[in-house]
């Protein structure tokens, strides 16, 4: 089922970018195991298992990055801006993660409560700043200022079905301002990348699902097998 779910958008994926993310992965599940002094025999698998399901984890990922750096710089050159980014939202956390940064480098995280990244979460509204030097909620810390010279900006909500999945922002309009049809693109735009992003979280909950179902499925074979194999005959009671 993974596989056919990941054939829907498989590509080449470049192998350095590929064996990064994998090396940081198996840096931090080596670096749990040791903490927690579990054995992959703990964990019933082997180290070959294990590598090769870390292996599919970290091509999701990269795969993900990808298809997200594509859809942001498809944003920006439609929208005729200068830089278009991705955010992630990450309900477990509560926050937003900046996709898109060099592998190996730790994710900017951003609360629901900063800038006008943080409005646009919360309100599932488009937000269309005209001019960031006027508006009060603008952070440049979180709002791709990351030179202090952001003149405009459209910040556009990823949801499906009422649930936020995200936010793509775009900034500095050539035009001098994003129109309402600016709008109206960026919410195609938005949409078509919530697709994306919802098909590599649902391979990563079958993924799960299918890593649950082995233990439980282990779990009963470990049980049953501690059960006398015929009924204990006992003398004062008749168990036919």
């Known amino acids: 089922m993974l ?6 958008y498989t590509f080449e994926l470049p192998p350095s970018l590929l064996t ?10 080596q670096s749990d195991m040791q903490q927690s002094g579990k054995t992959f025999a703990d964990e019933e698998t082997t180290e070959e298992e294990a590598r090769a399901e870390y292996q599919k984890i ?10 997200l750096a594509e859809i942001g710089e498809a944003a920006r050159s439609v929208l005729r801006g200068e830089r278009a980014t991705v955010w992630l939202f990450e309900p477990e956390q509560g926050v937003l993660v900046l996709t898109g940064g060099p592998p190996g480098v730790p994710p900017i995280r951003a609360n629901l409560s900063q ?5 646009t979460a919360r309100s599932r509204q488009v937000i269309n700043v005209p001019d960031c030097r006027l508006e009060p909620l603008f952070d440049p810390a979180v709002d791709l200022d990351v030179d202090n010279d952001v003149r405009c900006m459209l910040s556009v909500p990823l949801v499906e079905r009422s649930q ?3 936010v793509l922002q775009v900034v500095d309009s050539e035009k001098g301002a994003f129109s309402t049809e600016d709008e109206r693109i960026a919410e195609t735009l938005a949409a078509q990348c919530v697709v994306f992003i919802q098909r590599e979280r649902m391979s990563r909950s079958l993924a799960q699902a299918e890593k649950l179902d082995r233990e439980i499925k282990l779990a009963r074979e470990i049980q049953m097998s501690t059960l ?5 005959q006992l003398a ?5």
């Open 3 to 8: 596989d056919a779910l990941d054939g829907q």
């Open 58 to 67: 970290a091509a999701r990922r990269v795969r993900l990055g990808l298809v």
């Open 20 to 29: 990064q993310e994998f090396e940081n992965i198996w840096k931090q599940v």
């Open 228 to 232: 006398p194999s015929e009924m204990p």
């Open 164 to 166: 936020l999945v995200g």
């Open 236 to 240: 004062e009671y008749d168990m036919a």
């Open 115 to 119: 800038g006008v990244l943080g409005l």
